[in-house]
């Protein structure tokens, strides 16, 4: 009796620990024990362990999740500034190709082509027209004697282009060419009366007299170039000496050829008879200024291969920051899966 109550005691002790079935003990023989257990509760030292390491793992979890968070943020800020980037590099390249650089160079020339040079004398009669060399200017012409002139000369008479009623004349002279041996051009007017109410002289100088000979229509031709050369004047009086320059302007192909010019004046001492004095005097020279020809062109700065390389860069960085974005959130999904079912398979072992 004592001993098969023992045995009771000790199976339902069993019981209430383990969750699998036990054999029991039969006739007071030592017989094998048949058990199978499935699976046992864990005890109060596991569950201690456990409680400890949850935390931890909970832990580098929400870490990883931050870390990739502010990953992301980072890329994102990344492709901003790379969008702001290509956006400032369209646009710098479209201002530099809207607005080029001028650039200025000088050429050195042995003689410049012959210039076109229009006077308008109105009534006042041509004295002279000489070229000289090394600025040595013969003495003046006396009044009414007309010198034997060596110069190349053109009369023309044409409509003003601003007004069919205005009818011009103009002298047209060969310009000088030699600027080594600084050739000049001298020439001398004389007017008796005048009905104007300032007493000068019109010039115009254009690029190329040899287009003027060669035009088939020369009052055309004298009509677009006062449209498209500046007008000077030289008073009576004085001698007034221009030397000029030449400048070349190209850009977003249009050619244009510009004359500048310094004058100086000096005043013409006048010892003629009173009597004489009545017909006034011009005196005018033209000179080159010096043996450089100023080329003008428009220099677009914008380089079109700088801004593909940028664009290009920019665009590889979009790609890998959206390529980066798009396995960050995989990454972080899979880690929120997996973190899921590890909590899961806790839950399910505790129950």
Known sequence: MLRRDTSRSYQEFNGEDCAGPLGSYQNNDVSEVEQDQASCDPSPDEDIVDNNVMPTGFNKACLKNVFTVI?????????????????QTISDFMEKLNHPVMSVSYKEVEEFTAPGIALYPGKAQLLSCVHHYHDNIPPLVALGILEERKCIKEEVIYHGPYSNQTQKRAIVVRGPTDVRNRELIFLQFSRNETE??????SYMIFAKFSDMLE????AAFMMDCERNYSMWTF?????????????????????????????????????????EQANELFFVVFQWRDPFIQQVKDIVTANPWNTIAILCGV??????????????????IKI???????KIRELNQIS
């Not at 104007?196 to 002289?201: K, L, R, V, W």
């Not at 665009?315 to 396995?327: G, P, Y």
């Open 71 to 87: 990953l992301v943020l980072i890329y994102l800020l990344l492709t901003t500034v790379a969008v702001f980037l290509a956006y």
């Open 215 to 218: 035009s088939s229509d020369k």
């Open 235 to 275: 008073s009576g009086g004085f001698r007034t000496w221009v030397k000029m320059s030449l400048v070349k302007t190209s850009g977003r192909g249009n050619e244009s050829v510009e004359f500048r010019q310094e004058s100086s004046v000096v005043k013409y001492i006048d010892k003629r008879p009173p009597q």
């Open 315 to 332: 665009f590889m960085a979009l790609f890998k920051a959206a390529d980066f974005a798009k396995l960050s959130i995989k990454w972080t």
């Open 336 to 342: 929120r899966k997996r973190h899921l079912r590890a």
């Open 196 to 201: 104007e109410d300032f007493s000068a002289i």
